[in-house]
T-cell receptor, first 119, second 112 residues
Framework: GAVVSQHPSWVICKSGTSVKIECRSL??????MFWYRQFPKQSLMLMAT?????????EQGVEKDKFLINHASLTLSTLTVTSAHPEDSSFYIC???????????????FGPGTRLTVL | SQQGEEDPQALSIQEGENATMNCSYK?????LQWYRQNSGRGLVHLIL?????REKHSGRLRVTLDTSKKSSSLLITASRAADTASYFC????????????FGGGTRLMVKP
């Protein structure tokens, strides 16, 4: 099956630093990747849709200058949380959707998530 | 805003019993998917049901979809302690690159 990895799995940082999270599709090319945020005991909230080679589409209320997304290749998307603050502490999950002809495009394959703790 | 609303928010049952979780949504959908998430872990895709389907089975899982009521249910039969997890429904839409909108989730605890 399709595998999506995330790195790191857990990061602790000081307030004010920037943190980069990587999302990789390991055995398929992903033209579209999605970034979600999940607070404890809550559901996933879509932050942005990342398309390879173009600018990401951010959901309402998500600051694009705060959460920088780069989808430079068909297997890698990165989310950078800039100048992180304690309220940014959350579980960040990415998902990837294979292009047409390479599997089910109506299913997203999820990474294991990255837990960010900002002190 | 989240489209899907799930109930119950939490469910506790004994091993061997069946667990039923419900999901309601508001706008039209292309498909509805159910996911499972163990505490602090990523999501595992369980089952997808399309808008023109009414029922689907996968092992001990049974999903129904009623588009007239804009609702779906997930039934887990003969539950096991290992089924303890959070279960989310997500609605898929034709637009926006088939974006998924997640419900609030049901936390299921199966006691041995």
């Amino acid at each position: 099956g399709a595998v999506v990895s995330q790195h790191p799995s857990w990061v602790i940082c000081k307030s004010g630093t920037s943190v980069k999270i990587e999302c990789r599709s390991l055995d398929f090319q992903a033209t579209t990747m999605f970034w979600y945020r999940q607070f404890p005991k809550q559901s996933l909230m879509l932050m942005a849709t990342s398309n390879e080679g173009s600018k990401a589409t951010y959901e309402q209320g998500v600051e694009k200058d705060k959460f920088l997304i780069n989808h430079a290749s068909l297997t890698l998307s990165t989310l950078t949380v800039t100048s992180a603050h304690p309220e940014d502490s959350s579980f960040y999950i990415c998902s990837a959707r294979p292009p047409r002809g390479q599997g089910r495009t109506d299913t997203q394959y999820f990474g294991p998530g990255t837990r960010l703790t900002v002190l | 805003s989240q489209q899907g609303e799930e109930d119950p928010q939490a469910l506790s049952i004994q091993e061997g019993e069946n667990a039923t979780m419900n999901c309601s949504y508001k706008t039209s959908i292309n498909n509805l998917q159910w996911y499972r998430q163990n505490s602090g872990r990523g999501l595992v895709h369980l089952i997808l049901i399309r808008s023109n389907e009414r029922e689907k089975h996968s092992g001990r899982l049974r999903v129904t979809l009623d588009t007239s009521k804009k609702s779906s249910s997930l039934l887990i039969t003969a539950s096991r302690a290992a089924d303890t997890a959070s279960y989310f429904c997500a609605t898929g839409h034709n637009n926006a690159g088939n974006m998924l909108t997640f419900g609030g989730g049901t936390r299921l605890m199966v006691k041995p």
